[in-house]
């Protein structure tokens, strides 16, 4: 009777041999995790690359279709989206049409050569399906997979659209600097008081671009202040834009972002480079074009 109690009691295990495993099994979740957490960053980090390189092709072949003409960036503040879409009419006097804005914006003119929809549809869509704006993580050319969605989204409306309160959302953005130069210099030189910004035919060519291998085309904008550390200089940006520069950069990807250089190349940037000045200023006040990123191909820097 005593030897098979003591064959039984043999046959579990004892406290001490459960803790073991327990331990065994937590060390094995521990080092599994951030390889599994690892392997997603990188995952997201190449699918947003290959979005930004699909935006490249689609500039380029729009340019290729249109004498090397960049598409237009459209007005600088979100209030004149409606503009910019081609929502409202074209201010008497104007050379141009309210469908010339709809057509050369570049949220619309570029994802036709991606086989997708101008991005004006998506607006339109929402009057009778509010869900149908991307989205994170919607697997969307317009979607940064590791981007997330800002608290405040219910006030990313498109204002006075007809019909009803569409939003926007954005991911990859026109770099804002672009052709700053080249507007400003046709203002002081040509015309002072011709509203530039606001015509869609008055756009820079690639052949302007001095150092494409250098120079931001698009880029990945930040969609929510917590990318950045709550005491970085341009946490408190406000973050509602169809294009942007340094300012606006992303930090969700290892601390950076990537860029779309002119010549279709992609690069990796660390936020805290990329909102460096040439003075090695966080946030500074000098030139940010340096040798190896341009913001402004006809710039200070290259003059």
Known sequence: MSIRTSQRHRLGFTLIELLVVVAIITLLISLLFPAL????????????????????????TYSNENKEA?????????????YNFGRIPVPNGQS???RECERL???????????????????????QDPSSLPLPPADSIYIDPAAGVPDDIDFYVVPNWPGGQPRAFFCYVPNSELDNTFQSTYEQEESPSYDIESDPNFVMKRTQIQKPGVTVL??????????????????????????SDWQRFAAR??????????DGSIQYFLN?????DSEGIKAGTADYNRPEIVWDPLGRAFQ
């Not at 880029?219 to 169809?242: S, V």
């Not at 805290?272 to 460096?276: E, G, H, M």
Request: charged letters at 25%; aromatic letters at 12%.
């Open 96 to 98: 141009w049409t309210q």
């Open 218 to 243: 698009m880029l990945e904008k930040r969609t929510r202040a917590d990318e950045l550390r709550a005491d970085d200089e341009f946490y408190n940006e406000d973050l509602k834009r169809h294009r």
């Open 70 to 82: 960049l598409p237009w960036l459209g007005m600088k503040q979100w209030q004149f989206l409606n």
């Open 253 to 262: 990807h290892d601390g950076g972002g990537h860029v779309l250089r002119c």
């Open 105 to 127: 914006f570049w949220a619309n003119a570029l994802p036709p050569y991606l086989d997708q929809k101008p991005y004006g549809d998506f607006l339109t869509d929402q009057l």
């Open 37 to 60: 957490g690892s392997a997603r960053r990188k995952a997201n980090a190449a699918k947003s690359q290959n979005n930004l390189r699909q935006w490249g092709i689609a500039s380029q």
């Open 272 to 276: 805290d480079t990329i909102t460096t």
